[in-house]
């Protein structure tokens, strides 16, 4: 290989990582190309939204003949920006084809088997830190990993509740850490400079106090502690970044700075209202391109959110309500729906350089069962975006009937169209050409 070929493979970063981290290196005329086309363009985006305990009015929405839409109760808000979706249907995981609330949310991001177990956590690495580890170290944070109701304790079926609480794993035995409060999602993102300082001195200490603990413990106290010590570095990795000048990228952001005020250091009193900051804050961590992945738990399996503020909706928890009435669990449906389509519009609106934010982004909006009665054969699915054109949308796509129909093919395909494609994934060693 020719000396100017072998470096167009290689970034100033990679280089870096050769000699040291604390060595930095002049601009090289021999890199720059390869830099500038790496960095040229608008970057690609994943987020996903998790509606528990299943929906209702979904399968309702259909293709017509003219190729319009046409909404069932659940979906209907979304009819704005049906041009920009695809909803998916006849899709399912083998390893969550049955199962209670345990079994089915915390797979439905890996495909993975959970361990039935109280104690001995083990999923699977799900699809968002998968694609962080591969091109998150491009931003502030690898991931944004949010929820909006505090975890729900105790076990469901002798499983963990940890297995109700996250659908985001950076590990097997690891789920990612995930924040409900608005005003600390809103500082890991956008902090200034005295609070980088006062997170590394809380990290300092930390990291220091685990030093004594580690003579101390047991072989498999060993193991847990590593992990997390992992997350603490992590976090401490993100506190350097922040402070990072970004001016190599040909592309800019269409952001310097937020355009939001920082959210009170109290959870909002309304659920909406809680919602809602948390996707006005991933809209701004796409424009400002503090992170590229982001996922949010609109709630945990066995939810007992309230929804008793929406009209012909009694203030019973939603997963009893999710048990009850069809025609009132489609107005909580309706609901989340209306959620996400605010955060599509704020997408689509978001100018960079001629296109979208949204035409450059691929959003993922599912629940990991049917519905209410824990039927997990075919889920709901919903794809927005256009993957920065390598996705068609405005479409119901239906595998009903169809042989292979592993939700993980379609995870896949949305590796492929964020540029990290993967051989394989959970169940499935091919995407659909219908997606990429």
């Known amino acids: 290989m020719k000396a100017n070929q072998r470096h167009s493979y290689l970034s100033r970063r990679d280089l870096l990582r050769g000699v040291g981290a604390a060595v930095a290196l002049p601009w090289l005329e021999t890199l720059a190309s390869a830099e500038t086309a790496k960095h040229s363009g608008p970057p690609q985006r994943f987020a996903c939204f998790y509606i528990a305990n299943g929906v209702q009015g979904w399968d309702e929405t259909t293709q017509q003949a003219d190729g319009k ?14 041009s920009e979706i695809n909803i998916v249907k006849g899709l399912f995981h083998e390893n969550a084809s049955k199962g209670t ?3 089915l949310g915390p797979v439905v991001l890996s495909g993975a088997k959970v361990n039935k177990s109280t104690t001995d956590v083990r999923a699977g690495t799900s699809l968002d830190q998968v694609l962080a580890a591969r091109i998150g170290d491009e931003t502030l944070q690898p991931s944004l990993v949010l929820g909006v109701e505090p975890p729900c304790p105790g076990v469901d079926s002798n499983l963990s509740s940890v297995y109700l609480n996250n659908i985001s794993w950076s590990s097997p035995t690891r789920p990612t ?43 498999a106290d060993h193991r847990r502690l590593d992990e997390y010590l992992s997350s603490v570095r992590d976090v401490e990795r993100r506190v350097e970044r922040l402070g ?22 109290h959870i909002p009193e309304k659920l ?26 609109f709630n945990n399996e066995r939810s007992q959110q309230n929804f008793g503020f929406l009209d012909g909706v009694n203030s019973s928890a939603y997963h ?74 405005g479409r119901v796509v239906s ?18 169209n964020m540029g990290a494609p993967l051989p394989d994934f959970g169940d499935a060693d091919e995407a659909f050409k219908e997606f990429c």
């Not at 608005?182 to 500082?187: K, S, T």
């Not at 809680?274 to 400002?288: A, P, Q, Y």
């Not at 519009?345 to 934010?357: F, N, P, R, T, V």
């Open 69 to 82: 839409i046409q909404f069932g109760n659940g979906l209907a808000p979304l009819e704005e920006v049906a």
């Open 101 to 103: 609330h345990g079994d």
């Open 177 to 219: 850490p995930r924040e409900i409060h608005p005003a600390l999602a809103f500082d890991s993102m956008f902090g200034a400079g005295p609070n980088r300082q006062r997170t590394k001195s809380i990290l300092d200490a930390v990291l220091e106090d685990a030093k004594d603990l580690g003579r101390e413990i047991s072989t």
């Open 244 to 265: 990072q000048p970004r001016e190599y990228l040909t592309w800019q952001p269409s952001l310097k700075k937020p355009n939001m005020e920082r959210p009170a250091d």
């Open 272 to 297: 909406a209202d809680h919602m809602r900051l948390m996707l006005d804050i991933i809209v701004l961590s796409f424009r400002m391109d503090r992170t590229r992945i982001a996922t949010l738990m």
């Open 320 to 393: 009893a309500l999710s048990h009850g009435s069809k025609e009132v669990h489609a107005r909580v449906t309706n609901f989340h729906s209306q959620m996400v389509s605010e955060f599509l519009k704020k997408l689509k609106a978001a100018d960079e350089g001629g296109e979208s934010i949204l035409h450059n982004s691929q959003v993922l909006f599912l629940s990991g069962m049917h519905d209410g009665s824990h039927y997990a054969k075919r889920l709901p699915v919903l794809l927005a975006g256009r993957a920065g054109g390598k996705l068609k949308a």
């Open 399 to 416: 595998f009903d009937g169809k042989e292979d129909r592993r939700l993980c093919r379609l995870l896949l395909s949305v590796a492929d």
